[in-house]
């Protein structure tokens, strides 16, 4: 259906429905800015309930042991992504749908400016015709009306006797003039008569229906421009819906997550002291004042469960509290420092060993101390291994580096690994000391020195001086070297206490050295190969030996796993280096 047919005598009325699709197009604008608004809002709200409810830096590790904390954890991430779709909601609102509405009305505006323009000049045309035909009908009817006078006048002049024929001619002849002027006025109102109609119908029937047209299909494209706009809404808010779902879905699996089974067991591995339960009570016979003992055989201290005032046996608990005592239960209803001690396990408050902790916290202390070392040995090693590919990369094609520049990184991280080493292997001692097991005194060497003494014993104060790319390692310090990481060669200056039962024992094992330094001749080690040295290495400590790049050397002793080889200079010095940092050949592999 046209507008044009329909609507021809609804210029007026369509001029002012097109104006308002205009102002609904205004109006779906401001909608769109305060959804997106309200959307963006939303997010952000979101995100600051999770921020505010977000664990701090410090709980982060508490979080994680519980499994209703770490699944909460998972729920506010799952809701921070969730507010993260609104903000991609309200961005393709913005980025699509605003923009494309804005350029619609832009649009709209200048199509009906457009078309009101040519509608009023249409209806302008058709009005001057009106008023041209309007006017010669007004013309014809003054001609009209002063023919019949002028015949009228004739008409009574000629029946008038007392006229003169010259005067009855004169009004005939006026008679005829304004006839033929009425005439003239007939005509030119029949043409123009003739040609406004013949406007009109072209104004009604062609050019009033065109400018109809084009309204309806400024219209019609406006509509189904909504239509489009409201679709292209629910696409964008449909394209995260699976997201949403899916973040819906995260927090019902961290729903499932939670379990109390698992949250109980945590409780126990994180608050377990590892004492004894504590013996019974004795009792305290006030008629013969003595005590029965029946503490606990394995050194658990007693228990005062008695808080009854007025009693003896109350009064010596309350001075032994001040002493300090309090026995075991003092463990649960001491002070929060206590407590504070137990949950911060590597807080600054522990000591080094966390001999501070109760023994089942200590044990697991360590055991996460050691792996600490154990990832950081692994990345250090790692990192070595790239640098020494890429100097071989550098020494192969020394347009892309200078190998030497990387000698000095290589050096320091060979340090860092043994002073990570060393590190570990004392954690290691504290953790085969906590345990009461003898500690393994690994893979020794097979020599015996000035050089390679190792002696413990319990009564001494040992002075322990490291190698080269380990740190000194301090006094009474435990140490355990097993298969993977074994002993590194080292001196060690015996300083004996006054004591006759340690100098007695220091008798004994000086003998045993000088029988065992019988067994070897005066020439020490026998050479087993040569060895070729690759980097620099700057002697720092007792019992190594400097070296330069590319010196040749005498092998006499292989790496026991340590990382370190006895070798022997050509002026007879004698020393360990590391082994990373030479190239060895053995005399028996010529053999095979």
Request: charged letters at 30%.
């Given at each position: 259906?046209?507008?044009?047919?329909?609507?021809?005598?609804?210029?007026?009325?369509?001029?002012?429905?097109?104006?308002?699709?205009?102002?609904?197009?205004?109006?779906?604008?401001?909608?769109?800015?305060?959804?997106?608004?309200?959307?963006?809002?939303?997010?952000?709200?979101?995100?600051?309930?999770?921020?505010?409810?977000?664990?701090?830096?410090?709980?982060?590790?508490?979080?994680?042991?519980?499994?209703?904390?770490?699944?909460?954890?998972?729920?506010?991430?799952?809701?921070?992504?969730?507010?993260?779709?609104?903000?991609?909601?309200?961005?393709?609102?913005?980025?699509?749908?605003?923009?494309?509405?804005?350029?619609?009305?832009?649009?709209?505006?200048?199509?009906?400016?457009?078309?009101?323009?040519?509608?009023?000049?249409?209806?302008?045309?058709?009005?001057?015709?009106?008023?041209?035909?309007?006017?010669?009908?007004?013309?014809?009817?003054?001609?009209?009306?002063?023919?019949?006078?002028?015949?009228?006048?004739?008409?009574?002049?000629?029946?008038?006797?007392?006229?003169?024929?010259?005067?009855?001619?004169?009004?005939?002849?006026?008679?005829?003039?304004?006839?033929?002027?009425?005439?003239?006025?007939?005509?030119?109102?029949?043409?123009?008569?003739?040609?406004?109609?013949?406007?009109?119908?072209?104004?009604?029937?062609?050019?009033?229906?065109?400018?109809?047209?084009?309204?309806?299909?400024?219209?019609?494209?406006?509509?189904?421009?909504?239509?489009?706009?409201?679709?292209?809404?629910?696409?964008?808010?449909?394209?995260?819906?699976?997201?949403?779902?899916?973040?819906?879905?995260?927090?019902?699996?961290?729903?499932?997550?939670?379990?109390?089974?698992?949250?109980?067991k945590a409780v126990i591995d994180k608050y377990k002291s590892g004492f004894p339960i504590p013996a019974d009570i004795p009792f305290e016979d006030l008629s013969n004042?003595?005590?029965?003992?029946?503490?606990?055989?394995?050194?658990?201290?007693?228990?005062?469960?008695?808080?009854?005032?007025?009693?003896?046996?109350?009064?010596?608990?309350?001075?032994?509290?001040?002493?300090?005592?309090?026995?075991?239960?003092?463990?649960?209803?001491?002070?929060?420092?206590?407590?504070?001690?137990?949950?911060?396990?590597?807080?600054?408050?522990?000591?080094?060993?966390?001999?501070?902790?109760?023994?089942?916290?200590?044990?697991?202390?360590?055991?996460r101390k050691i792996d600490e070392f154990k990832k950081e040995i692994a990345r250090e090693t790692a990192e070595r291994e790239g640098m020494l590919k890429m100097k071989?990369?550098?020494?192969?094609?020394?347009?892309?580096?200078?190998?030497?520049?990387?000698?000095?990184?290589?050096?320091?991280?060979?340090?860092?690994?043994?002073?990570?080493?060393?590190?570990?292997?004392?954690?290691?001692?504290?953790?085969?000391?906590?345990?009461?097991?003898?500690?393994?005194?690994?893979?020794?060497?097979?020599?015996?020195?000035?050089?390679?003494?190792?002696?413990?014993?319990?009564?001494?104060?040992?002075?322990?001086?490291?190698?080269?790319?380990?740190?000194?390692?301090?006094?009474?310090?435990?140490?355990?070297?097993?298969?993977?990481?074994?002993?590194?060669?080292?001196?060690?200056?015996?300083?004996?206490?006054?004591?006759?039962?340690?100098?007695?024992?220091?008798?004994?094992?000086?003998?045993?050295?000088?029988?065992?330094?019988?067994?070897?001749?005066?020439?020490?080690?026998?050479?087993?190969?040569?060895?070729?040295?690759?980097?620099?290495?700057?002697?720092?400590?007792?019992?190594?030996?400097?070296?330069?790049?590319?010196?040749?050397?005498?092998?006499?002793?292989?790496?026991?796993?340590?990382?370190?080889?006895?070798?022997?200079?050509?002026?007879?010095?004698?020393?360990?280096?590391?082994?990373?940092?030479?190239?060895?050949?053995?005399?028996?592999?010529?053999?095979?």
């Amino acid at each position: 259906m046209s507008w044009g047919t329909e609507l021809w005598d609804q210029y007026d009325t369509i001029a002012t429905h097109t104006q308002k699709g205009i102002d609904f197009c205004e109006r779906f604008t401001h909608f769109l800015k305060d959804r997106c608004s309200i959307e963006l809002k939303y997010a952000s709200e979101l995100k600051k309930l999770v921020k505010s409810y977000q664990p701090k830096k410090k709980e982060e590790e508490e979080y994680q042991q519980y499994s209703w904390a770490a699944r909460f954890w998972d729920v506010l991430k799952e809701l921070h992504d969730l507010a993260g779709q609104h903000e991609v909601i309200a961005e393709n609102t913005q980025g699509q749908v605003l923009k494309d509405v804005q350029s619609l009305i832009s649009e709209m505006k200048q199509q009906r400016r457009k078309d009101l323009q040519d509608g009023a000049k249409v209806q302008d045309q058709l009005k001057e015709s009106l008023a041209k035909l309007d006017k010669s009908r007004r013309n014809y009817e003054k001609a009209f009306k002063m023919a019949e006078k002028a015949t009228d006048d004739y008409r009574k002049a000629d029946a008038d006797i007392n006229l003169s024929r010259a005067e009855v001619e004169k009004t005939r002849n006026m008679m005829m003039i304004k006839n033929n002027q009425c005439d003239e006025s007939k005509n030119e109102y029949a043409a123009q008569l003739q040609q406004t109609n013949q406007h009109q119908r072209d104004h009604y029937t062609q050019q009033m229906p065109s400018v109809f047209q084009q309204m309806q299909s400024m219209e019609e494209n406006r509509i189904n421009k909504i239509k489009s706009m409201v679709k292209q809404i629910a696409d964008i808010e449909r394209s995260v819906v699976p997201i949403i779902n899916t973040c819906i879905d995260g927090m019902v699996k961290a729903s499932d997550g939670i379990s109390a089974e698992e949250d109980s067991k945590a409780v126990i591995d994180k608050y377990k002291s590892g004492f004894p339960i504590p013996a019974d009570i004795p009792f305290e016979d006030l008629s013969n004042s003595s005590v029965i003992d029946t503490s606990n055989a394995n050194g658990t201290p007693k228990n005062s469960l008695d808080n009854r005032k007025g009693t003896v046996s109350d009064k010596k608990k309350n001075r032994k509290d001040k002493k300090g005592g309090g026995g075991l239960f003092g463990i649960f209803t001491s002070s929060k420092a206590t407590i504070n001690k137990i949950i911060g396990l590597l807080g600054e408050e522990s000591k080094e060993d966390f001999s501070d902790l109760p023994p089942n916290q200590q044990r697991k202390a360590l055991n996460r101390k050691i792996d600490e070392f154990k990832k950081e040995i692994a990345r250090e090693t790692a990192e070595r291994e790239g640098m020494l590919k890429m100097k071989d990369v550098y020494v192969n094609n020394p347009a892309l580096g200078d190998p030497n520049a990387l000698e000095k990184k290589i050096e320091e991280n060979a340090q860092k690994i043994d002073s990570l080493q060393a590190e570990m292997r004392k954690y290691q001692g504290y953790l085969a000391n906590m345990d009461a097991k003898p500690s393994p005194v690994g893979q020794r060497r097979n020599s015996l020195s000035d050089d390679s003494i190792s002696q413990s014993s319990t009564n001494m104060e040992m002075s322990q001086t490291s190698l080269p790319g380990q740190p000194p390692v301090a006094a009474n310090e435990p140490e355990v070297y097993t298969d993977e990481w074994p002993e590194p060669p080292r001196t060690v200056e015996i300083r004996k206490k006054p004591d006759k039962k340690a100098i007695d024992d220091e008798e004994d094992h000086v003998g045993e050295f000088e029988h065992a330094e019988g067994d070897f001749d005066e020439e020490g080690f026998p050479v087993i190969g040569t060895c070729r040295a690759l980097y620099i290495y700057e002697a720092g400590n007792e019992g190594s030996v400097a070296m330069t790049e590319g010196e040749e050397m005498f092998v006499l002793e292989q790496d026991q796993g340590d990382g370190w080889t006895r070798v022997r200079k050509h002026d007879n010095s004698e020393g360990f280096v590391p082994t990373s940092y030479i190239q060895c050949h053995f005399y028996d592999q010529d053999e095979v």
